[in-house]
T-cell receptor, first 113, second 107 residues
Framework: NAGVMQNPRHLVRRRGQEARLRCSPM?????VYWYRQLPEEGLKFMVY????????ESGMPKERFSAEFPKEGPSILRIQQVVRGDSAAYFC???????????FGPGTRLTVT | KNEVEQSPQNLTAQEGEFITINCSYS?????LHWLQQHPGGGIVSLFM???GKKKHGRLIATINIQEKHSSLHITASHPRDSAVYIC?????????FGEGTQLTVNP
């Protein structure tokens, strides 16, 4: 049973470009969470999704950031018009329908130049 | 004051020592998680607990719900245990994280 997969592992974007980060949850998991870790800072919750629904997006910046988890395919975290302050590690986690244990992916390290 | 406080922030030990990392939280929770983050950045979930004590190999995690406190213990520490250990509390499905404890175990 493959773990949570994220791609790309490293992403470099110039200011103003768009970044798309993908997360494939573990088999059987229908809940996905995105977290951000800024340099030298702790992890912060961004958004919690179930298939086709955003359940809690209270940690998402109000502009330029969006997330989806379609019926088919991976969850996508999209950052439009990236700025240097978006440089961070973005982690995805998934959990089964019942229970709270979350399994983390390896992260995507975004660098904005 | 952060909702989740860890201590110490940094810890250096000699191989073989018994290690304790503490976590205090100020909010109601459904579960507490201990995570390990290696220098490469990957995160591994070590424990999820809502009461009592759990043990896995040389790792032991305890939680006291009344005192809102948890501890992570490592017995017979080894250099490969060197990592950042993160406490996270769950309320519903959302996790709130401590700042982490940087552990270095010297041979």
């Amino acid at each position: 049973n493959a773990g949570v997969m994220q791609n790309p592992r490293h992403l470099v974007r110039r200011r103003g470009q768009e970044a798309r980060l993908r997360c494939s949850p573990m088999k059987g998991h229908s809940h996905v969470y995105w977290y951000r870790q800024l340099p030298e800072e702790g992890l912060k919750f961004m958004v919690y999704l179930q298939k086709e629904n955003i359940i809690d997006e209270s940690g998402m910046p109000k502009e330029r950031f969006s997330a989806e988890f379609p019926k088919e395919g991976p969850s996508i975290l999209r950052i439009q018009q990236v700025v240097r302050g978006d440089s961070a590690a973005y982690f995805c986690a998934s959990s089964p329908p019942q229970g709270y244990e979350q399994y983390f992916g390896p992260g995507t390290r975004l660098t904005v130049t | 004051k952060n909702e989740v406080e860890q201590s110490p922030q940094n810890l250096t030990a000699q191989e073989g020592e018994f290690i304790t990392i503490n976590c205090s939280y100020s909010v109601g929770i459904s579960a507490l998680h201990w995570l390990q983050q290696h220098p490469g950045g990957g995160i591994v979930s070590l424990f999820m607990l809502s009461s009592g004590k759990k043990k896995h190999g040389r790792l032991i995690a305890t939680i006291n719900i009344q005192e809102k406190h948890s501890s992570l213990h490592i017995t017979a520490s080894h250099p490969r245990d060197s990592a950042v250990y993160i406490c996270a509390v769950g309320s519903g499905s959302r996790l709130t994280f401590g700042e982490g404890t940087q552990l270095t175990v010297n041979p």
